[in-house]
Each structure stands twice: as structure tokens, then as C-alpha cells.
């Protein structure tokens, strides 16, 4: 016998990409911030996906995860971002009107890269930053390009996997 699901136990198209942006955000190994992507066509295709971390070729043992200190003795001249990495991995062409769903607003260097690979729209989960002058002026310019961003709307459906 075939048991017929519900229309109500599917997962939207927002939870289905928001999670694989946040289940790709946990391949990062970064162990304060770990940042997913994913980007999707206008039919609902996933393109491409990344998540924080550093360049091939950079071994994570030896660059550092540290967020204080010296410049060049912490993460940031070395963390790729997982926009910037999804942007990057996608091998297929333009990115022209895509949609970026992402688990933290993009800061103003990956905003860059956004703008410049033609996505349109970004769905993100957390904006915890919201008041850092990185994401002041990453609005600033989605503005000013035409990107649209919309905060992810939790639907409150608890999805457990497991692996």
C-alpha cells in the first residue's frame, strides 16, 4: 500500500535552500562563525553552494581561526566567504537573476561579487551585523544595484537528518 503524503509535510522551496545553505555552512571549520550558501536559478535549480573557509591549497592547520591579534596572525586576509565560494565553485556560466540564500548577511566585499555576478535577489537567515560599517555599506551598494534582500521567514518546522 502507498502511503500519500500531505501537502503540509513538504518543505518550501525557502526551507529546502535556506537548509542547504545552513548544512553547507557546517562543512566549514571555522569554529566561530560557520557561513553557507546557496545559489538557485529562477526555476528552482541549485547552482552552486560554499561555505567559509580558506583557498585550495591552504591547509587549515595551518593558517589561523583566531579573530584577535595581529592582522596577518588571524582568520580574515585568509577566509574565503561561502557567497564569495559559491560564486567562485559555480562553473556553469552567468549567474545573471539568480537568488543567493545565505545563513548571515553578506558583508561589503562579498556584495561586490554579488552585484558583479548579477544576482538579483538574497534570502539570509542571520544579520547579526547589522550595524558593522561592512554591512552599512554592503546595503548600501545591494541598494544602489538593484539586488533585493529579505530576511528568511522561519516557519518554525523542526527537520532533523540524519547522517
Known amino acids: 500500500m502507498i502511503k500519500m503524503r500531505k501537502r503540509e509535510d513538504y518543505i518550501n522551496w525557502d526551507e529546502y535552500f535556506m537548509g542547504i545553505a545552513q548544512l553547507s555552512g557546517m562543512r566549514s571549520k571555522d569554529p566561530h562563525t560557520q557561513v553557507g550558501a546557496c545559489i538557485v536559478s529562477p526555476d528552482n535549480k541549485i547552482l552552486s553552494m560554499g561555505y567559509n573557509g580558506f583557498p585550495i591549497g591552504c591547509s587549515d592547520d595551518e593558517f589561523p581561526w583566531d579573530r ?4 596577518t596572525d588571524t582568520k580574515y586576509p ?4 561561502g557567497e ?9 556560466g552567468s549567474l545573471e537573476g539568480t537568488k543567493l540564500y545565505v545563513s ?28 558593522s560599517d561592512s554591512t552599512l ?10 539586488v533585493s534582500f529579505e530576511a528568511y521567514k522561519h516557519t518554525g518546522r523542526e527537520i532533523t537528518l540524519h547522517v
Open 68 to 71: 584577535e591579534g595581529e592582522f
Open 78 to 81: 585568509y577566509v574565503t566567504h
Open 84 to 92: 564569495m565560494n559559491a560564486i567562485l565553485n559555480y562553473r556553469g
Open 104 to 131: 548571515l548577511f553578506p558583508c561589503n566585499e562579498c556584495a561586490k561579487a554579488i552585484i558583479q555576478a548579477g544576482i538579483k535577489k538574497i534570502v539570509y537567515d542571520s544579520d547579526k551585523y547589522a550595524c
Open 137 to 146: 555599506a554592503s546595503k548600501r551598494m545591494l541598494t544602489a544595484a538593484g
